[in-house]
T-cell receptor, first 114, second 113 residues
């Protein structure tokens, strides 16, 4: 089945530093979604990337989809304490026999030291 | 517009007991799903439904049953609880299926002793 690797598992940064999490798939993806989960909360959708090489920005967050549509990254510039949480990628791809599947990465837990 | 709601928020069961986790959405989404979240494991799909009367298995379906009699509701039944089912359970819904934005409920934290 589809394998989705997300690294790093944990990241501790000083407030104001940048942060990046990477998501790699074993198969070519139809699209990739990113979610944020605050401590004790539920996953909340951030963005979806569909096109090869796509780059999207949301304020201090930059999302990229690789040219081969097998990897993606989320970069946060100048982290703030409000960025604390776990960031998940979710890879959507064809799984055979006419069906698709959405596979979540294990997430990167971000801690921000004030 | 409440979005996706789940009850209960917390539950403690003894091994062998059964229970139903409730999930409802008011967004008229056809696609609904159940995930479990364990430390270091991310979110794993248990069961999903593409519409009323249609359900299918996900990655980890053993020990769980679902049914979908209405568009709004998608309950998850634990048949005979086991300690391995201790987890946080999230229900999600989507307008167009897995390839679209998933709206998650607040979760049910289940402990099986």
């Amino acid at each position: 089945g589809q394998q989705v690797m997300q690294i790093p598992q944990y990241q501790h940064v000083q407030e104001g530093e940048d942060f990046t999490t990477y998501c790699n798939s074993s198969t070519t993806l139809s699209n990739i979604q990113w979610y944020k989960q605050r401590p004790g909360g539920h996953p909340v959708f951030l963005i979806q990337l569909v096109k090869s090489g796509e780059v999207k920005k949301q304020k201090r967050l930059t999302f990229q989809f690789g040219e081969a549509k097998k990897n993606s990254s989320l970069h946060i510039t100048a982290t703030q304490t409000t960025d604390v949480g776990t960031y998940f990628c979710a890879a959507f791809s064809y799984s055979g026999a006419g069906s698709y599947q959405l596979t979540f990465g294990k997430g990167t837990k971000l801690s921000v030291i004030p | 517009n409440a979005g996706v709601t789940q009850t209960p928020k917390f539950q403690v069961l003894k091994t062998g007991q059964s229970m139903t986790l409730q999930c409802a959405q008011d967004m008229n989404h056809e696609y609904m799903s159940w995930y479990r979240q364990d430390p270091g494991m991310g979110l794993r799909l248990i069961h999903y439904s593409v519409g009323a009367g249609i359900t299918d298995q996900g990655e980890v379906p053993n020990g769980y049953n679902v049914s979908r009699s209405t568009t709004e509701d998608f309950p998850l039944r634990l048949l005979s609880a086991a300690p391995s089912q201790t987890s946080v359970y999230f229900c999600a819904s989507s307008y167009g299926g897995e390839g679209y934005e998933q709206y998650f409920g607040p979760g049910t934290r289940l402990t099986v002793t």
